[in-house]
Nanobody
Framework: VQLQASGGGLVQAGGSLRLSCAAS????????MGWFRQAPGKEREFVAA????????FYADSVKGRFTISRDNAKNTLYLQMDSLKTEDTAVYYC?????????????????WGQGTLVTVPA
């Protein structure tokens, strides 16, 4: 599967953005999907993930209650709705897919990656 992330940009603290990740292929529902982010000088970290067909969701504590992950299997698209953004949310955001319908929260367990989209929340 090939992934293309979009939707990043500059937003003031307290604002919202929605990221999208378009996937190629016809078996999108068979992949668990995740969002990760990497801030300058830091390691890539888990943000949120969603299982294949049942769409169970999982979140990092730092974004729980502010971010919402969803997917539209008919459109082969993954989303991340980000509300109440904070300066510490500034990072490059990556979408990723696992060759399994089940979620894991570590980057090394994901097999396919998008190119990343930059989200900047200035102080």
């Amino acid at each position: 599967v090939q992934l293309q992330a979009s939707g990043g940009g500059l937003v003031q603290a307290g604002g919202s953005l929605r990221l999208s990740c378009a996937a190629s292929g016809r078996t999108f529902s068979g992949y668990a999907m995740g969002w990760f982010r990497q801030a300058p000088g830091k390691e890539r970290e888990f943000v949120a993930a969603i299982t294949g067909s049942l769409r169970s969701t999982f979140y990092a504590d730092s974004v729980k209650g502010r971010f919402t992950i969803s997917r539209d299997n008919a459109k082969n698209t993954l989303y991340l709705q980000m509300d109440s953004l904070k300066t510490e949310d500034t990072a490059v955001y990556y979408c990723a897919a696992r060759n399994s319908a089940y979620v894991l929260q570590t980057a090394r367990n994901y097999d396919h990656w998008g190119q990343g989209t930059l989200v900047t929340v200035p102080a």
